[in-house]
DNA sequence: TAGATTGTTAATCGATTAACAATC
DNA sequence: TAGATTGTTAATCGATTAACAATC
């Protein structure tokens, strides 16, 4: 520990990898102070979380010098430290964009609230949807989005939109000059290298664990041979 | 190109970063196949998709050869291909438990169902949901998943239930001896090895979003100041 | 043929883990 | 003090990219 009380918060953008695992201490520190604990060591959490103890130590030491040697980490003054680096310290106003089945179950996700993301505005592209209420707003027509995004500084957008649509949703996000997409259309958008984007397909997540359950060694059967009739290229 | 009909499948398990890529790249030849499109080179997918094209080429050799020098791929034959590889080239049915909203709109996911994915059974422990009808489908008790699943041949389980039960419904899933869970509870799972587990948190997908639009160099303005009454550690 | 594009090797880059002095 | 645990360096491991002979 070169100098004993420093914080390098901005320095450096931490790898993607990084701040998924440390929203995933975030998440286990809170489960520990609900079960009444104060302290924690980087191999107690790397455990409740299947990774490394190095790892756990390496990856907070990327925002700062949180531990004390011989003790840990105090976990209530490390969640203050993790939800400021993470930025979710303060309130976030959310516009949500396309009311279908998934849209409908985010808007009345308990833990996106829990977390300082509160939906604030409802736009949907379905005529027949535009003006009901749902918990409590209106759907708007998304030609509106950028007057609400400017009245109310709405600065991240859930993006939960037939594929085919999305793109020139996302245009329209971008020209209000809302600066991050939650996108959960089946598809990649292309935006200005300023605007973030993260991408959820749940059916590529589906994809993904059919291939490791196929190829974990185990006793489950694979029938990969009912459909070998493909040979060569 | 060592040998000219080698299909290497099943002989290391692939990257997950590979596999994740390779199902984004089967999602965009579909855009293709459906435009009309009969070859693709490496550096056009890649271009649609944001990634480097040796990338893509490195990422599909990994499963065989499947493109052509100075042509590039055929796209229908890939399709398959890929399809094959990640295994849904066949039915995958599904348990579904925890009928919250998440759960729901989970149910009426079309994009499942198009990938071959198929709900079959529907499971909660809220007693006023047991023996309602979702989708067709009739709400069963927990302690029936064992019996459906050995009738059913269900391999694959998405759980969608409250943080505080997912260890002990998960536990239920494994002593079924169901060898997938796609898990949306926000907590971390301890299953066995021979179990794949693919975890979608939706709120640590919004916090890093979040913190990329803090950390992206732009116009946006940044109210740390407002917070930064913490100082030390 | 000339141009295009693959599969693969080598080079680069980044991420993970082991080890340990410093610290409490 | 002895034991525990950090932050950090060095070593390992893996992933990405550039380059190019082979191929169509």
New interface residues.
Partial sequence: MKDS?R?PS?EK??P?AV??RV??Y???LE?FQRQGESTVSSSRLGA???INDAQVRKDLAFF???GYPGIGYRIE?LI??LR???????D?PIALIGLG??G???L??K??R??G?QIVALFDIDPHKIGQMYDGLPVRAIGELAEVAASRTI??A?LSVPADVAQSVADQIVACGI????NFA???LAVPS?V???A???????????????????A?PD?AH??DG????
């Fill in positions: 009380r914080e901005g953008l931490a993607k701040v998924n929203c995933l975030l998440r286990q489960v409740s979380l299947g700062g010098q949180f003054g203050g430290k400021h680096v993470l930025g979710i310290d303060r976030w089945n998934l409908r179950a985010l009345k996700y833990h996106f829990r977390r993301f600065n991240l859930v600066p991050g997409i939650l089946p598809t990649t300023s973030s984007v993260v959820v397909d749940l059916s590529v997540q589906l994809e993904h664990l059919a291939y490791k359950v196929l190829n974990t060694q185990s489950f029938p009912l459909f493909a040979s060569g290229r």
